[in-house]
């Protein structure tokens, strides 16, 4: 079963930058799209960022300019580098990959900002 395994979270100051990574357990050539999401206490998950097999890629409004979605097929890793931080960015974040029908999920990593 492919897993994915999200990393980089952690407590930042407002305006500073991190670095998320979601690594699969294989080869993401054949992922049709990975995602970005998060999910704020009481408020639903939403999706921040998403790249496509191909290197389409599409942000959130909220993220735009600010935070940049990569991959590197060799390493089998989907990255988020957010940068200016602010504190609405605190969220768990998820990775999601798009394996045919089947729609994968991370375990999560913490965000937070502090203001």
């Known amino acids: 079963q492919v897993q994915l395994v999200e990393s980089g979270g952690g407590l930042v100051q407002a305006g500073e930058s991190l670095r998320l990574s979601c690594t699969a357990s294989?080869?993401?050539?054949?992922?049709?799209?990975v995602g970005w999401y998060r999910q704020a206490p009481g408020k639903e998950r939403e999706l921040v960022a998403s790249i496509t097999a191909g290197g389409s890629t599409n942000y959130a409004d909220s993220v735009k300019g600010r935070f940049a979605i990569s991959k590197h097929v060799a390493q089998n890793t989907v990255y988020l580098q957010m940068d200016s931080l602010k504190p609405e960015d605190t969220a768990v974040y998820y990775c999601s990959a798009a394996l045919g029908a089947v729609a994968l999920w991370g375990q999560g990593t913490q965000v937070t900002v502090s203001a």
């Open positions: 294989r080869s993401i050539f054949s992922f049709k799209a």
